[in-house]
């Protein structure tokens, strides 16, 4: 069955530094998310991304955060300049886009700032 | 108010109990709603979803939602030690749109 895939699984990182976050959706799907959950908390949305541009993003998703779909397959999340509080697992999620077909959620990317 | 509030956990219960999980919400624009189950250290994976009152059963699994009350079940029937997980809704506006997830109850179902 197809399914999203993330890498790293796990990423260090000294605070202040840049982080890319890679994902590669399901293959036909058109819709693309980010999700995070801090240790304890809930899944708290961060954005979506449709036909090359952003179409939501929550209060979250300030100027240090960016997506891109550089290619056809690879769906992108970077941190400009990462803070303690960063520190979480981020979910990449992929849906069709119609008939009202659900999202589909990767394993996640542990991302540790020190 | 919370957006959606998940009753709190852990649950444990026997091998071959029927398992009630409830969830609440506040906005009355969440039509879409999901069921996810979350292994240690993995993501989140689809169970069910709905759009629509009422029932939808797929096996063991019965999703249930009464938007009237602003409220969602789901319903696992003969309980299994493999069922043993975190358990969390979602819901939102559209399948497309920003999803709200409660906060996750813990289930242990033992042999």
């Known amino acids: 069955e197809p399914e999203v895939t993330q890498t790293p699984s796990h990423q260090v990182t000294q605070m202040g530094q840049e982080v890319i976050l890679r994902c590669v959706p399901i293959?036909?799907?058109?819709?693309f998310y980010w999700y995070r959950q801090i240790l304890g908390q809930k899944v708290e949305f961060l954005v979506s991304?449709?036909?090359?541009?952003?179409?939501?993003k929550s209060e979250i998703f300030d100027d240090q955060f960016s997506v891109e779909r550089p290619d056809g397959s690879n769906f992108t999340l970077k941190i400009r300049s990462t803070k303690l509080e960063d520190s979480a697992m981020y979910f990449c999620?992929?849906?069709?886009?119609?008939?009202?077909?659900?999202?589909?959620f990767g394993d996640g990317t542990r991302l540790s700032i020190l | 108010q919370k957006e959606v509030e998940q009753d709190p956990g852990p649950l444990s219960v026997p091998e071959g109990a029927i398992v009630s999980l409830n969830c609440t919400y506040s906005?009355?624009?969440?039509?879409?709603f999901m069921w996810y189950r979350q292994y240690s250290r993995k993501g989140p994976e689809l169970l069910m979803y709905?759009?629509?009152?009422g029932n939808k059963e797929d096996g063991r699994f019965t999703a249930q939602v009464d938007k009237s009350s602003k409220y969602i079940s789901l319903f696992i029937r003969d309980s299994q030690p493999s069922d043993s997980a975190t358990y969390l809704c979602a819901m939102g506006p559209g399948a497309n749109s920003k999803l709200t997830f409660g906060k996750g109850i813990t289930l242990s179902v033992r042999p």
């Open positions: 999620a992929s849906s069709e886009g119609y008939s009202n077909q659900p999202q589909h």
């Open positions: 906005n009355s624009a969440f039509q879409y």
């Open positions: 991304f449709y036909n090359n541009e952003i179409s939501e």
């Open positions: 709905t759009y629509s009152s």
């Open positions: 293959s036909n799907h058109l819709y």
